[in-house]
């Protein structure tokens, strides 16, 4: 059974994300990656296949090796979605800033 992973399933996960936090500093290996968690190396390699079913990580065979590499585009396409939503909620908190100031004001 060929399941379709969703990228924000992806994300959800603790251990994903300090993974992306890892990567997006430098291109790793899995063991490399694995040496961070405390978790069973297959365990790691699991989260690891997740993040590149999703396109949050690209593979790139070396030698024996896996390198695993941040998909700055996949990573962009999130972050475009999400930006309406950020913006979003800092137009309320500057609302609420001005309310709360001209409360402060009348006091």
Same mark, same amino acid.
């Given at each position: 059974?060929?399941?379709?992973?969703?990228?924000?399933?992806?994300? !959800?996960? $603790? %251990?994903?994300?300090?993974? #992306?936090?890892?990567? /997006?500093?430098?291109?790793?290996?899995?063991?490399?990656?694995?040496?961070?968690?405390?978790? !069973?190396? $297959? %365990?790691?390699?699991?989260? #690891?296949?997740?993040? /590149?079913?999703?396109?949050?990580?690209?593979?790139?065979?070396?030698?024996?090796?896996?390198?695993?590499?941040?998909?700055?585009?996949?990573?962009?396409?999130?972050?475009?979605?999400?930006?309406?939503?950020?913006?979003?909620?800092?137009?309320?908190?500057?609302?609420?800033?001005?309310?709360?100031?001209?409360?402060?004001?009348?006091?």
């Amino acid at each position: 059974m060929n399941l379709r992973r969703d990228v924000f399933q992806a994300i !959800a996960d $603790p %251990t994903r994300r300090s993974i #992306l936090m890892l990567v /997006a500093t430098q291109s790793m290996t899995a063991g490399a990656i694995a040496s961070n968690f405390d978790s !069973a190396r $297959p %365990t790691v390699s699991k989260h #690891l296949q997740i993040l /590149a079913e999703c396109e949050l990580l690209t593979q790139e065979q070396n030698g024996r090796e896996m390198i695993y590499h941040l998909n700055l585009n996949k990573m962009k396409e999130i972050a475009n979605f999400i930006e309406p939503f950020r913006q979003m909620w800092d137009e309320k908190f500057n609302k609420l800033e001005s309310v709360m100031k001209a409360y402060q004001q009348k006091k």
